[in-house]
């Protein structure tokens, strides 16, 4: 029996450091070649290498510039690299005296960012850093940092840092503010050869290429991906993964080769690879058209509403492009689009079948916003259209009044009653009695005092309304496999520690 209460209990054990496993690294594991999404890429410009110097390494692109970073290749390197300079408005080389640049010792230049606020190019290699003026691209400062970086990016929207290092199978984001004091760091898993990133609108975009084989700068080959083929990992600055982009060995006869780095101009994504020969710089080519669905709201003051009833008519430069009927208090319409840009419309109400309902007759502007989002890497859309609500009312008043109309019908049947009170009136001493009545009347009113307590059912009527806040209870079976995964390790913890009792107390 000793023999299996120890077993059971080493089984528990390991059971319980698995489910530890899952539960640590089930954000990020490193997806399968299923879970990507395709890239394609179309050239922006591609120019050799200056002579006597091998690999694009870091890029950059500032307000002006389009900044490639190159490594000496001969034998006894000391670590120079060749600085070329392109107008980003056409890519041709700028004219900023001696270009490319061959003064700098920068090493390996593993990655390079650009500060906008400071208007500065920051150079890596490892614990170093370079900071140049990002318009002469003359050193302003050296920086040692507190461990070896392979990456960097720079987040102009929250004004910090993220720095990259490689860890045993994966890699560690340090997000750190401007004096590169860590604020907060997390960890993904890719067996890949690590590159450079970028932070755009709250998102890293992660550079990695497959050599097909262990090498110096890459620990293993999982056969996940074939030689040559490149991913861009996109992850949010909590550290959830947004996408996983897959990018071919080659496409419409261009191969890419070794990916380098990413860069944005504006919302335009600059991707370079190292060709052989030359340096290559590529954009994705992404899908050409979008519909986007657009829900207008409906506000009908609690009114019964009927779905088709209503229709509303939507307007591009005074011209009706589409007509929607409501249905669940919506008016929905469709709108395809190609291009990026925004697209202005009107919004009117233009039939309602209930005579009784006084319809929202203002005539209302839609906006679309259209642009790439490359963390899907396609055309997106948003609208103001939850900012637009046509209310409609319901005549309740003129109805009133009409019935208060009609009374007077039924009053002048009372006039001719009279006739008959005219005849009480010749009996005055029967008035003085019928002067005491009031005092019954006046118990008679009492009763309108029962009549408030009929009244209560209205605030039962109120009490059957909470069942509607019900639906807020629906989330609460939503949980993750975590919870199921801790509650079975501290069963066999329980198991384990019973047995481990059971067996000390039997000695």
Do not use: W
Not at 9 to 23: D, P, Q, R, S
Not at 127 to 156: C, N, R, V
């Amino acid at each position: 029996m000793r023999k299996i209460y120890t077993t059971l209990a080493f089984f528990g054990i390991v059971l319980i450091a698995i489910g530890v496993i899952m539960i640590v690294n089930e954000d990020v594991m490193a997806l399968s070649r299923s879970n990507m999404v395709t890239m394609n890429l179309k050239r922006v410009t591609s120019f050799s290498r200056p002579n006597n110097y091998t690999s694009l390494q870091a890029s950059v692109v500032t307000d002006k510039y389009l900044i490639s970073i190159f490594l000496d290749s001969s034998k006894d390197s000391t670590g120079k690299n060749a600085i070329v300079v392109l107008n980003k408005d056409n890519y041709k080389k700028a004219d900023i005296g001696t270009n490319p640049i061959k003064k700098y010792n920068f090493g390996h230049a593993n990655d390079a960012t650009y500060n906008k606020n400071t208007k500065e190019v920051l150079i890596l290699n490892g614990e170093k850093l370079y900071i140049l003026d990002s318009d002469s691209l003359k050193l302003k400062e050296e920086k040692t940092l507190d461990k070896k970086y392979h990456a960097i990016g720079y987040d102009e929207d929250n004004n910090q840092y993220v720095l990259a290092t490689k860890t045993d199978g994966g890699t560690r984001f340090h997000i750190t503010n401007t004096e590169f004091s860590e604020i907060n760091s997390f960890d993904i898993q890719t067996n890949l050869t690590r590159q450079g990133l970028t932070v755009h609108k709250g998102y890293i975009y992660y550079a990695c290429y497959e050599a097909g084989k262990e090498t110096k700068y890459q620990a293993k080959y999982d056969g996940v991906l074939k030689k040559g083929e490149n991913v861009i990992y996109v992850y949010d600055l909590a550290g959830q993964n947004k996408n996983v982009f897959f990018i071919p060995y080659a496409y419409k006869g261009i191969r890419y080769n070794s990916i380098q780095n990413i860069n944005f101009d504006g919302e335009k994504m600059i991707v370079g690879f190292s060709q052989n020969t030359k340096a290559g710089y590529f954009t994705p080519d992404y899908s050409s058209e979008i519909t986007k669905t657009v829900k207008i709201s409906i506000d009908n003051q609690a009114i019964a509403t009927v779905d088709n009833s209503f229709e509303a008519t939507l307007y591009q430069n005074k011209k009706a492009i589409a007509v929607s009927k409501n249905k669940d208090l919506y008016y929905t319409f469709k709108l395809k689009f190609n291009k990026t840009g925004t697209y202005k419309y009107t919004i009117k109400q233009t039939k309602v079948k209930d005579k009784a309902i006084t319809s929202d007759k203002e005539e209302k502007t839609l906006e679309v916003n259209v642009y790439y989002n490359p963390t899907i890497n396609s055309l997106d859309a948003t609208t103001n259209a939850q900012d637009i609500v046509f209310t409609n009312t319901k005549e309740e008043v003129s109805k009133e009044e009409t019935k208060v109309e009609e009374k007077p019908k039924e009053e002048t049947k009372v006039e001719e009653t009279p006739k008959e009170e005219t005849k009480v009136e010749e009996k005055p001493k029967e008035e003085v009695k019928v002067e005491e009545a009031p005092k019954e009347e006046t118990k008679v009113e009492e009763k309108p005092k029962e009549e408030v307590k009929v009244e209560t059912p209205k605030e039962e009527s109120k009490v059957e309304e909470v069942p509607q806040e019900e639906p807020k209870v629906v989330d609460v079976p939503d949980t993750g496999s975590n919870s199921y995964l801790s509650i079975i390790g501290m069963i066999l913890l329980g198991f384990s520690l019973f047995f481990i009792k059971s067996r000390k107390e039997s000695n």
